[in-house]
Every structure is written in structure tokens, then in C-alpha cells.
């Protein structure tokens, strides 16, 4: 096979003649058909050459990107359309080329200059005479990108005719200069540190932005000063990356004060918020009282008449907890994205929680580790000295040595390498681990040199190559390539593997993957805390270990580098983590993707921003995100919550024997009440009704399901399940004429599972896998955080209607394999149908084959007729988010999270 830089050269070649090339996709045949042609007059390819690139080429014109859905108020005037004739488009025109180069798919490159075309044209015309703001928000994928829709928007922001151009790049320095790096190749087309052309200014250098923040220097008002240029002095745009910091924002606004006097407010200008869910937001309890960061973000728009505002967040439920009513006459109004909100779709390749967490997903990468508490308990002290590093640590990083191995033999030599540990928030304790890490490193390494040239019997001797292959075995027996294969290529697998600590310590080195310094690919083992979150990318990651806990959205899929990009290497990604992180994973993912969906029919809907707003603050995912920002309260807080179109559930279950004990004799004495209304019907009985296995009553008066919800004994993390707010929207059914409800009691079809007699009925046990939840609680944590299977809400419901509607959702949604509840539910809003109450009884086991109740744990669920954002929410009752008791038990993971940030 002929090197890898001849490859690259010819692949290169046959992208740029396909993406001339006008089609919504290519043949596999006219891909062929280039790389042939280009073969011939390169040099002598072989067939396998030739059909290694094609391969790839059409992988990659495969990949495709849609729109998104875009939310706009009343008062947006289109100006682009008639604008666009009379723009230069330089600075866009040459980030296309450099795209193409950095081997983006056409059709990706296509969708980018689309979208940000819609979202130039929503923030306002920079030409327009006389004072105007605009505020917008973008909703992406973490990882997915954001980067260079917004650097993409920049560049025609710049074109079109704004003069300043600012980018809040997150807390931590590290991603600051990341950012800043990104945008040198992107936007400036010079490295602004060592002052040499990169990126797209090897296309063309005839103009380029000013900047007064460089890859490793944030913005230093006496460094400006020593420039002694205004904005005003300035023919091309001004681009400054910095930090959201108070120290640097003040010196930002006092020199934009000083230093342009007269005519700063007759500059537009541009703020690009990147990761706007964090340190923008005010969290104050006195609207009129902002927090630091959030004011000084206003203060900084108040400086220009002519101003837009962008957040960009892959946190959906975040930003919409601004009021969008706040006005502050001395920082002007508050951040709510009123103008606009876009919810971008990823490419087609992105590798999102939808297919790693969701029931549908098709990578089977996550492995539960439990085996770390003896040497890295998850709660530790910062002065904590492991002495080993767990055996499920070791198995991940013999997984990322075969991953750079299967890479190699699939032709990936130059390509980078990553593995994230991320274990502790103490530099002290990252610092221990990276020497434990890598001192086993190079255990495996000399093993690895001393015996992979032998014959593979003879290797095997040896422990360390037996337990690679007995890894081997179990996690990549499905790929194409022997044992045989694999060991003759581990040398040059784990030779360049590095060990790296990414913090503020003094040991710590950057996160660099910069072509010049190491144009063979960097292959490294990165160990950090918050300095591994938020925004920061880890190229070519391939094996995380995670041992974190946390039940907060946006730090939660923040921490979750392991999203993004994996062309050719999905397969061969594995993520380490807890047991409880990876049901939280799960369940955020289900919650997001159903926020996503929502999104779509608010749109149909012609919703604006603000009614955009008010669906999704009233999302019952909202109260886990108001109980964050609002913890330190520790005053309860009102939150008006729609439950139409929802399922409730008990995820989160008390576990003393007396409360157990308690809703036991509740679930029988319903019973009780029930049999003496009418006798259940099961799933023997005739089929005019879908009947999961169990006992379904129709026609239950709503006066024992009040009764039921009212004395079951509740956790009060399981916030949707709070008593009163049920009663309350029970009461409100009850007016629309909803005296009657379906109640589906669960029993398995399973003749071995165990049981229990309950008034005469014979009931199955679910088995459930828990975890600690705290002191008193236990926490569902499989199928998405969820009691029951999204199936069981079809109970009651005419067995033709159910199967038409199942049928429709497939022929809608291909891609997915499974039905989720909100089928149901919008069937039974349909069919005027009844409320659902499904009760469990759950054999709840922490360990394989260990109960933790033999009588059996009762639970429940209602799934209430509806379909969530189809219009602005009604019925909308009360949930008083208890923060006293967030606070008491969630206040120290919150305090470590902020001190980290501190701390990085």
C-alpha cells in the first residue's frame, strides 16, 4: 500500500473535483470514477489504494445537514436578501476554502452557509441607521460544531459591514486560548501569538481583522493602551476572544470607554456568548440586583447604540429561565433571547447521547465500572493518595492501546489519539493519578516491546499481552482484523502514547494538536477535572473514564467530551463510568431529545421566542434546573409546570422498611376499592383494548386515584410525584369532564419471576436495577431513569387506534426502533381517552440477585393525555421546588463544581 501522505495527496485531489460537483449526493461509481482518473496521473496506486479512498470520499459525501428549526418575533424584517449584492464576501469566501481543505462534506459546508445566513439575516442589518439591539440564542449539540457556525457567522458579520466583534469564550483559560486559536485559523489568518499566516490566510492575506487578544494572551488593558490604536483608527473589523471574567470584562469596558470617547457608539457591534447557559445567566434572587457576570455582559452591550446579542448553548432548558420581562434602566434588558432562537440540527455523522444513551441508540460503547471505591471513592478529600489506580481503569487503557492499533491497521497512522480521565477535581489527587497511570503505562509498554514480535503462543505467556487479548476479545471481536494482526502493530501503538495532566497546576502541560508540532498526530492520555468540560476538545477521543457525580443538566453533558465526530472510529470508542452517571446520562438524553422534538411543533405552531420560552420553563425537566439556581435560596421557589401530554413517575423511591411498608398496604387497599367497582380485565381477554401483561381496570372513579396519590409516601427527589400539584391538576381534569381513569396494574408474563398474592391477584415482580440515592433513597437506573416501559401507556386504549398510530410513527421516523410514550399520550388527547395510573411492584436489586425488599417495592406512574409543545401550555398548576432540602443535599457537589472552575 502506498504511504499515507500519497493517499492524503490523491484524496485531496478527488474532494475537490467532487465537490464542484452539483447533486444533493454522489454515486459511489462517479466517486470511483476521480479517484481513478487522479490515480493515473499521480502515480502507481494500487486497487486496494483506490478503493480505501473511494471508501472514505463516500463516507464522507454521504453526510449530510438539515436546517434546524427557527424561532422569530413579530417585528423580524429580512434585510440579506437585498443587501447581499452589494457585500464583498471575503472573509466568508476564504473560510469556505479552508473548510474544504480541513475536509468538511459538501453538503456540511452547504448547510453552515445556510444557516448562517439565517441567523445574519435575524440579527440586524449593521448598515441601519439609528439605535437597535437584537438578542438571539442557538441551540446546538454538545460538540457538535458550535465552533464553526459561530466563526462561519463571524466571518460575515465582518463582510456585511459589523466593526466589532467579541466572543465570550467560557471561564477557563485553557478553552479561552483554544477558542482564540480556532478563530487565527478561521477568521484572522495569522497565528496572533508568533505572528505567522495560518489557516485562511493562505488563501488570501490582502485584509485581515485587528485583534488585541492572542492564542495565549487574554485581553490586558495595558497592552491595548501600549498599541494606542482606537476602533475608530481601524480599517477592518476588531476581534477580541476573551474570558468571562469580572477583572476582564472591567478593563474591556474601561478601555472601549477611554480609548474611543467620541464615536464607539457609532460602531455595531457583535457579542458571540459561546457555552451562554454558564456564568451569563442571572441567577440573582433580586431581578434589579444582577450577578457580576451577567451585569457586566449588559454594561458591555450598553456601551453601542447599535448592538446584537448571540448566546450560543447546548443546554436547551437554561437560557429561557431569564425573564424576559427584566429591565434594568442603568445595564439595559436583561439576556432573554427575544428576537430569535435557532435549534440547530448536527450533520449526520454526529455521534450525539441519542446514539449512545437513548433506547435507540446504535453504539453499545458505555461500560459500568464499580470497582474504584477501594482506590478512587468518588467523594474524596483533596490531599487523597490513591495507591493503585482500579482494574476497570487499567481495562480502559489497554482499550485506548488497541483502538491506536485497530486505527493503524485501518489506515489512521497520522491521525490523533485522545483517552480522558476525569476522576477528581483536586489537582493534588490528577496529579497522583497521572503518575499511577503513567508508571502502568509504561508497565505495558515494555511488555508490549519485550514480547509482540513472537509467535502469538508464545506471546500469550506473557500476563500483560494475555489480558490485551482477552480485552481484545471481548470488546472488538466484531471487527475485521486477527489477534494475529493486532499484536504485530502494538509496538507502534504504544510508542507515542503520552501521559499528560490538563489543570492549573504547574505540572500540567496543554492540550495541544497543532499539525506543526506534531504532524505525525498526537496520541495522548489527558487527566483533568473542569479543564476537560466546557467547550474544551479532546481530538480523536476514543476512551473516557468518568467518575463524577453530579444531577445538574448542563454540567452533566458538559463533562461528556465523548460527543462529536468519530469517522471511522465509532465503533471502537468505549466510556467508562458509574453506574448512576450513565442512567443520568440516559435520562437527560431522553429529556433533551423530547425538548428537540417539541421544538419542531412549537415551530409549527408559530410560536415566538416567548412563547418558546414560557413551553419550556414549564417543562417539568425545568424544576431539576431551577432547583441549581436557585439552591442557595434556600427559600422555596414557585414554578408554574404544564403536565399535558407528560408521564410522572416515582424515579426516585424512599427505602425504609416503615414507608415501603406503608405504600404497600396503599396498593392493596386500591385494589380493594377497585375490585369492588369491577373485576380487571387481563391480557387473555378478547383484544378490543391494548392490554400490557397485568391487570387493567377501565372506569375508575377519580376519587381513588386522588386518594392514591395523595398517601403514597414520596420522595421528595422525585419532584413530578409531589402530591399536591398532582391533586391540583387532577381537580382541573375533573372540570374538563374527567371523572373516569384507566388503571393499569404491571405483572409480567415471566413464571420465575417473584411475587406476590394481593387480594386474590397473583402479581409479578419487575426487576429493577437501583442505586443509592443519597441516605434514604433509591434511584431507578436503567431504561432512562424510568419505572416502566414507554409500551405500558398504551394500556386501555382500542387496540386498532394503537396499532394505526404505532404504525404511523414508524413510517415517520424510520430511523427509530422503538415507540416512545408520547404516542400514546397524543392518542388519548385524540380519542377524548382517559388518564392512565400504572402501578408497579419492583424487585429492586443494587447487585445481581440481591433484593433489597422481599415484599416487594411499590411504584407508580400516570401518563396524562396530550402532546407537549404542540401550543403555549395550559392548565399549568403549581410545583414548589423545595431548595432547602436541594440545598442540604446537592450544596457541596454544586460548591465543588464552582471551586473547580475557580480553581482551573
Not at 825 to 836: D, I, N, Q, S, Y
Request: charged share 25%; net charge negative.
Amino acid at each position: 500500500m502506498i504511504v499515507n501522505d500519497k493517499l492524503i495527496q490523491i484524496e485531496d485531489a478527488a474532494t475537490s473535483l467532487l465537490s464542484s460537483l452539483v447533486s444533493d449526493s454522489i454515486e459511489r461509481l462517479v466517486i470511483e470514477e476521480k479517484v481513478r482518473a487522479i490515480a493515473a496521473i499521480q502515480g502507481d496506486y494500487s486497487e486496494e489504494d483506490i478503493q480505501s479512498i473511494t471508501r472514505k470520499l463516500e463516507v464522507r459525501f454521504s453526510i449530510s445537514m438539515s436546517l434546524g428549526t427557527l424561532f422569530a418575533s413579530e417585528d423580524y424584517r429580512p434585510w440579506l436578501d437585498t443587501a447581499r449584492g452589494g457585500i464583498d464576501w471575503y472573509y466568508w469566501n476564504r473560510y469556505r476554502r479552508f473548510l474544504g481543505q480541513q475536509q468538511f462534506p459538501q453538503q456540511v459546508i452547504n448547510g453552515l452557509d445556510s444557516i448562517t445566513d439565517q441567523i445574519l439575516d435575524h440579527l440586524e442589518n449593521p448598515n441601519k441607521d439609528g439605535e437597535w439591539a437584537r438578542k438571539g440564542m442557538v441551540v446546538g449539540h454538545v460538540q457538535s460544531g458550535k465552533t464553526a457556525n459561530y466563526i462561519g457567522l463571524i466571518n460575515k458579520a465582518a463582510d456585511s459591514g459589523y466593526k466589532v466583534i467579541i466572543i465570550l469564550a467560557g471561564i477557563l483559560n485553557t478553552l479561552r486560548n483554544q477558542t482564540q486559536l480556532r478563530v487565527d485559523y478561521g477568521f484572522v489568518g495569522m497565528d496572533t501569538e508568533q505572528k505567522k499566516v495560518i489557516g485562511v490566510g493562505k488563501f488570501s492575506n490582502d485584509k485581515k481583522p485587528a485583534y488585541f487578544t492572542t492564542n495565549t494572551k487574554d485581553f490586558r488593558k495595558a497592552v491595548a493602551n501600549q498599541i494606542g490604536v482606537g476602533i475608530g483608527d481601524l480599517k477592518e473589523p476588531v476581534v477580541l476572544i476573551i474570558k468571562k471574567n469580572k477583572s476582564t470584562l472591567e478593563n474591556l469596558i474601561d478601555w472601549l470607554k477611554h480609548n474611543n470617547p467620541h464615536n464607539l457608539k457609532s460602531y455595531p457591534m457583535l457579542l458571540v456568548d459561546d457555552e451562554a447557559d454558564h456564568a451569563s445567566i442571572n441567577t440573582s434572587k433580586d431581578n434589579d440586583i444582577a450577578t457580576t457576570i451577567n451585569r457586566k455582559i449588559r454594561e458591555l452591550l450598553h456601551l453601542f447604540d447599535r448592538s446584537s446579542y448571540l448566546g450560543y448553548t447546548a443546554t436547551p432548558f437554561a437560557n429561557v429561565f431569564i425573564d424576559p420581562e427584566t429591565e434594568n434602566e442603568m445595564l439595559g434588558d436583561d439576556l432573554f433571547p427575544r428576537d430569535f432562537i435557532i435549534s440547530l440540527d448536527p450533520p449526520s455523522n454526529y455521534v450525539g447521547s441519542a446514539r449512545i444513551f437513548a433506547s435507540e441508540g446504535d453504539l453499545d460503547i458505555v461500560r459500568v465500572a464499580n470497582d474504584y471505591e477501594d482506590c478512587l471513592p468518588v467523594k474524596h478529600k483533596k490531599d487523597w493518595q490513591p495507591e493503585d489506580i482500579p482494574a476497570s481503569l487499567k481495562e480502559a487503557i489497554k482499550v485506548f492501546i488497541l483502538c491506536r492499533a485497530i486505527r493503524l491497521l485501518r489506515g489512521q497512522a497520522n491521525a490523533h489519539n485522545s483517552m480522558l480521565i476525569n476522576v477528581s477535581r483536586f489537582t493534588m489527587v490528577q496529579s497522583n493519578v497521572k503518575l499511577l497511570v503513567d508508571a502502568y503505562l509504561k508497565e505495558v509498554r515494555q511488555a508490549i516491546f519485550n514480547y509482540y514480535k513472537l509467535d502469538i503462543t508464545e506471546a500469550l505467556k506473557n500476563s500483560t499481552i494475555a489480558s490485551l487479548k482477552d480485552v481484545f476479545d471481548t470488546e472488538f471481536y466484531k471487527i475485521s482484523y486477527t489477534w494475529g494482526d493486532v499484536q504485530a502493530i502494538l509496538k507502534n501503538a504504544v510508542s507515542p502514547i503520552g501521559v499528560i495532566e490538563v489543570n492549573s497546576s504547574s505540572a500540567a502541560e496543554p492540550l495541544d494538536y497543532n499539525r506543526q508540532n506534531y504532524p505525525d498526530g498526537r496520541n495522548v492520555i489527558a487527566i483533568g477535572g473542569m479543564s476537560l468540560s466546557r467547550g474544551l476538545t479532546l481530538e480523536g477521543l476514543t476512551v473516557s473514564y468518568f467518575l463524577r457525580n453530579s444531577v445538574m443538566y448542563d454540567t452533566l453533558m458538559q463533562m461528556g467530551r465523548w460527543f462529536g465526530y468519530r469517522d471511522g472510529y465509532a465503533d471502537l470508542c468505549r466510556i467508562y463510568m458509574t453506574a448512576e452517571a450513565e442512567s443520568w446520562y440516559v435520562h437527560i438524553s431522553d429529556a433533551t431529545d423530547e425538548l428537540r422534538e417539541e421544538f419542531r411543533r412549537m415551530k409549527a405552531a408559530g410560536m415566538s421566542p416567548k412563547d418558546f420560552g414560557l413551553c419550556v420553563r414549564s417543562h417539568p425537566e425545568s424544576l431539576i434546573v431551577t432547583a441549581r439556581n436557585k439552591m442557595r435560596s434556600g427559600t422555596p421557589i414557585a414554578r408554574e409546570i404544564s403536565l399535558e401530554g407528560r408521564l410522572v413517575e416515582t424515579s426516585v423511591l424512599l427505602k425504609q422498611t416503615d414507608v415501603l411498608e406503608a405504600n404497600s398496604r396503599l396498593l392493596a387497599n386500591i385494589i380493594d376499592e377497585m375490585l369492588k367497582v369491577k373485576k380487571p380485565l387481563n391480557n387473555i381477554s378478547p383484544p378490543d383494548f391494548r392490554i400490557p401483561s397485568g391487570y387493567l381496570w377501565s372506569d375508575i372513579p377519580v376519587s381513588i386515584i386522588q386518594k392514591f396519590v395523595e398517601n403514597f409516601r414520596n420522595h421528595p427527589a422525585s419532584q413530578l410525584t409531589n402530591p399536591t400539584p398532582l391533586k391540583h391538576y387532577i381537580n382541573l381534569l375533573k372540570k374538563d369532564g374527567l371523572f373516569f381513569w384507566d388503571v393499569i396494574l404491571i405483572s409480567p408474563d415471566k413464571k420465575d419471576a417473584p411475587g406476590k398474592n394481593i387480594n386474590g391477584l397473583e402479581v409479578k415482580f419487575q426487576t429493577r436495577t437501583v442505586s443509592k440515592f443519597r441516605d434514604i433513597g433509591i434511584a431507578i437506573n436503567k431504561e432512562k431513569r424510568r419505572v416502566g416501559y414507554a409500551i405500558q401507556e398504551s394500556a386501555g386504549l382500542p387496540i386498532d387506534n394503537v396499532i394505526h398510530a404505532e404504525n404511523q410513527f414508524i413510517i415517520e421516523n424510520p430511523l427509530k426502533n422503538s415507540i416512545p410514550g408520547s404516542v400514546y399520550r397524543k392518542l388519548r388527547a385524540e380519542l377524548g381517552w382517559k388518564p392512565l395510573l400504572i402501578l408497579h411492584m419492583l424487585d429492586c436489586e443494587e447487585e445481581k440477585g440481591k433484593s433489597l425488599f422481599s415484599g416487594g417495592i411499590v411504584a407508580y406512574g400516570i401518563s396524562f393525555p396530550g402532546e407537549g409543545g404542540s401550543g403555549r401550555p395550559q392548565k399549568l398548576v403549581e410545583y414548589i421546588v423545595n431548595t432547602i432540602w436541594w440545598k442540604n443535599e446537592y450544596l457541596d457537589i454544586l460548591d465543588e463544581e464552582e471551586e473547580e472552575s475557580e480553581d482551573e
